[in-house]
């Protein structure tokens, strides 16, 4: 069976800093692998997805993702946080043929200090 | 873009009460999703269906009944509202030629059940 985990449900950091938010999958086959964002009183919407076409992932806002399979993570980064990424942050797994069904990590909380 | 909106944004209903969560998207996309999330863990899937009228079950059935008559359109029904029923309410649509299995979110309904 798929599962994701995220590691932290509440990361902090301080305006310019590295965001690290991590996560971590268990698949049988081949996965595709997504960060989704919930911004506060807000629906989630895609940062970006893994499927197989490059390992390191290139999303919306700055962010990116590499897909690390010996390690079977899949850890979002930011070089340099900025007020407005504070949010809730998702990681979801599915794989081929499973109808569109995602499973999502526990969520991860984003406090970004000034 | 994709628009999906859902009929509340917020709603307080008492124990045993009949309630209906209505979600549309604009985008004639055949898959449709509701899940309800909660502090801790996550979004868990609770029905989803692929066309009108079809619906599956999801990984937390128990308690809720959907309807999908018309394309656009998938309802979410809480038969007889209980306590632990109280969350939010996230609706999400994605089109079915879409391997990669993008989901598109509504804003969500918070429900509180006095």
């Known amino acids: 069976a798929q599962s994701v985990t995220q590691l932290g449900s509440h990361v902090s950091v301080s305006e310019g800093a590295l965001v690290l938010l991590r996560c971590n999958y268990s698949?049988?086959?081949?996965?595709?692998l997504f960060w989704y964002v919930q911004y506060p009183n807000q629906g989630l919407q895609l940062l970006l997805k893994y499927t197989s076409a490059a390992t390191l992932v290139k999303g919306i806002n700055g962010f990116e993702a590499e897909f690390k399979k010996s390690e079977t993570s899949f850890h979002l980064t930011k070089p340099s946080a900025h007020m407005s990424d504070a949010a809730e942050y998702f990681c979801a797994v599915t794989k081929r043929n499973q109808g569109g069904k995602l499973i999502f990590g526990q969520g991860t909380e984003l406090s970004v200090k000034p | 873009d994709v628009k999906v909106t859902q009929s509340s944004r917020y709603l307080v209903k008492r124990t045993g009460e009949k309630v209906f969560l209505e979600c549309v998207q604009d985008m004639d996309h055949e898959n449709m999703f509701w899940y309800r999330q909660d502090p801790g863990l996550g979004l868990r899937l609770i029905y989803f269906s692929y066309d009108v009228k079809m619906k599956e079950k999801g990984d937390i059935p128990e308690g809720y009944s959907v309807s999908r008559e018309k394309k656009e359109r998938f309802s979410l029904i809480l038969e007889s509202a209980s306590t632990n029923q109280t969350s939010m309410y996230l609706c999400a649509s994605s089109l079915q030629g879409d391997l990669f299995d993008t989901q598109y979110f509504g804003p969500g309904t918070r429900l509180t059940v006095l």
């Open positions: 698949s049988s086959v081949p996965p595709y």
